[in-house]
């Protein structure tokens, strides 16, 4: 299941690089922040997932 994780953090990454490049190109502010969030959730996610737990 790291494979989860570690696709999670490669899809947060991306996001961020989106979000970003939003910022840059002036899009509309609720496209940065819905972006961002989702950046935000997905490093998140994949961040949790990786931590020791019950299997």
């Known amino acids: 299941m790291r494979a989860l994780a570690t696709l999670l953090l490669i899809l947060a990454g991306v996001l961020v690089g989106g979000t970003w490049?939003?910022?840059?190109?002036?899009?509309?502010?609720?496209?940065?922040?819905?972006?961002?969030?989702?950046?935000?959730?997905?490093?998140?996610?994949?961040?949790?997932?990786l931590l020791p737990g019950e299997a």
């Open 21 to 49: 490049s939003l910022h840059k190109q002036g899009a509309a502010r609720g496209a940065v922040v819905i972006t961002g969030l989702l950046a935000v959730l997905a490093t998140a996610g994949g961040l949790l997932w």
